[in-house]
């Protein structure tokens, strides 16, 4: 019997695939859609768990985790120095740190935050040693540069036409572990330098100064003068020396003292670094804080919610806009389904030719006398046979599609898009296959019906 | 070896006012070799249905060994006909993809009823139809060495009769002629009773009897002997 099922579905191979693949596809888009969709949240909601408290200034919520999580580059509005001492010396903080971003180097972000940052929300290092000193740097796992490599930051990135800092130099002092976050794409740097970069912060270490030591020319950058505004205007939301300045306030600012805004400043790169922040402590984007406990978070963010500050959970921001999304869900999973839906048309019509041809081939297996339920299930196993192929493969290239589609995410992203099966998956799998054992009847019971006389009947 | 009694039988279509078959009394003697012959239409197919129980009707008998196979279930049907009858269709019924050999034995592997002893009958009823390469596909075989595929098949059982509807008619003569004259030599050496349709005047001539129908009805019923004059 399966030597006959194969060598008839061998014979009509070409239909045969024709409804494997249409079937495949249909599948495959859907397990894709699934697949991506809880990879994504799974993903994102990784990658801020070790945020429990984010403090900027007020603004958007979404854009304040967004920056500060995902290291998404964006002109933040600056929370002041003081509030950052202020969380620090908080009995109910555990630890707060502060985070400084807007440059770049070779595509990668460049952080400015503290080694308490660092080493409380990774896991440790593959190669070297944390920075110990102003002009080092440590790198996410997913950079590629090797240790001691030299680092020239960059206003902005170079795609809105960054320009190199003259003479800041940071050499690699070591390589994170993967944490599967954003971070892995992360240059992470001394706040203490981001700062000096910009000419910022210089009170704690006044007269220690050093002529640069490091001239390093940018003669290999390109200086594209046209994106050359947008530049500056990404740079200034970093660097705004003002306590409580918004970042559109300092787009223009950056815009009408153009000129004067290049290379203000210089790294000491010998200089040790100090993570004590005073209440003169330049302005800063956003500060992680760390809460004793659960309730002292719900207090935190409490207080830190008014009076220029913005405290959020980001895990209950991705939530809420995940529930924004939730209606870009629904619009994907309803194309899904409607291009199912067509396959499924598709699919109907060439199992009704299918089936008419087969009907009156397997029926006259009857008449020379094969059992009634035989014929049932050739018919029956056939199509089943199939489908249950299609859907199969369409699992799996679902799979494969979820897991490029996540892989080329985290490439760009540095957020690992955990894209597995889950029970729930099964559960849906077997359902389609008992959906399909069902419907691969209906045609094998016509054909179980029909009298042997008429299928013979040419 | 089988008789047939046909008694009191008719047969309608929905749709058409006359019926298509009407017998009221026939016997066929077992191990006769009856030649069915009549014009398009004339109900030839309709009685190869009627007594090889492919299909059935609500009024009539068709009495076979004096077993009525027309008050038996549908699925008793199937199994006495797989048992006691042989067919040969005119256009083959084989499946492509498979071989000589598989489809000999295909009805009776899915019956569950092929031994060893089967299919060593199987091949050597293909190479007494003349057929040297059991293992051929049908896909690649000419129209006559399907039908001698086809009638392998329907002896592979001993069936008490072979009933053949115009096996000869979609081959060409000089094959034509060859497969008629295999039918009759095998249905001879099984002992079985054979009942043909068909319009091919020498085959006819080799059977002992030639039933002639008109619009359903018996026109003729000429013994060979009768013939002559
Ligand atoms: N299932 C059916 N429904 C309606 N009419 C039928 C059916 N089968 C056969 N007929 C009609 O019965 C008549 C006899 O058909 P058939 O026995 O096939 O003739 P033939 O002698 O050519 O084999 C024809 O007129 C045919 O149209
Ligand atoms: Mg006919």
Known sequence: MIRFILADIKRMWAGAIVVVLLVALATALGVTVTLQERALRLGSARAADKFDLVVGAPGSETQLVLSSVFLQAAPLPLVSGDVLAKLAADPRVAWAAPIGFGDSFAGYPLVGTTRALISNTTTGFTEGRMFEKEGEAILGAAVNLPLGAEIKPMHGTAASGGETHAGVVYHVAGRLKPTGTPWDRAILVPLQAVWHVHGLGHAHEEGEHEEAGHDHADGDHDHDGEAQHAGEAAHAAEVAPATGETAANSATHAEEHHDDHDHHGTIDADAPIMEDYGTDAPGLPAILVKPKTIADAYRLRQAYRTGGTLAVFPGEVLTSLYSTLGDAKFVLSAVAAGSQALVAAALVLVTVTHVAQRRRQIGALRAFGAPRLSVFTIAWAELFLMVALGICLGFLIGLAAARLIADAFTGQSGIVLPVEFTGQDVRSFLGLLIVAAILAAVPALLAYRQSPAKALRS | ?229
């Open chain 2, 1 to 229: 070896m089988l008789s047939l009694s046909v008694e009191n039988l008719s047969v309608s279509f929905p749709g058409l006012d006359a019926p298509v078959l009407v017998i009221d009394d026939l016997k066929i003697a077992a191990g006769e070799h009856v030649a069915v012959t009549g014009g398009s239409g004339s109900g030839k197919s309709t009685f190869i249905n009627m007594v090889t129980g492919l299909d059935r009707t609500a009024s009539g008998n068709i009495f076979w060994n004096g077993q009525d196979i027309a008050r038996l279930s549908e699925g008793a049907r199937d199994r006495w006909r797989a048992e006691h009858v042989g067919l040969v269709m005119q256009d083959f019924h084989l499946f492509q993809g498979l071989s000589a050999v598989d489809n000999v034995l295909l009805p009776a592997r899915l019956s569950r009823v092929a031994d060893r002893a089967m299919t060593d009958r199987a091949h050597e009823l293909l190479s007494s139809v003349g057929l040297s390469r059991p293992n051929q596909k049908i896909d690649t075989m000419s129209r006559g060495e399907m039908q001698r595929v086809a009638i392998a098949r329907a002896l592979l059982r001993r069936p008490g009769v072979v009933v053949a509807d115009e096996p000869t008619a979609s081959l060409d003569g000089a094959s034509g002629e060859a497969v008629g004259k295999l039918l009759l030599e095998m249905a001879a050496s099984a002992g079985s009773t054979l009942i043909v349709v068909s319009h091919d005047q020498t085959l006819i001539d080799r059977l002992d009897r030639r039933l002639t129908l008109a619009a359903g009805r018996i026109k003729t019923d000429t013994k060979a002997g009768e013939r002559a004059q």
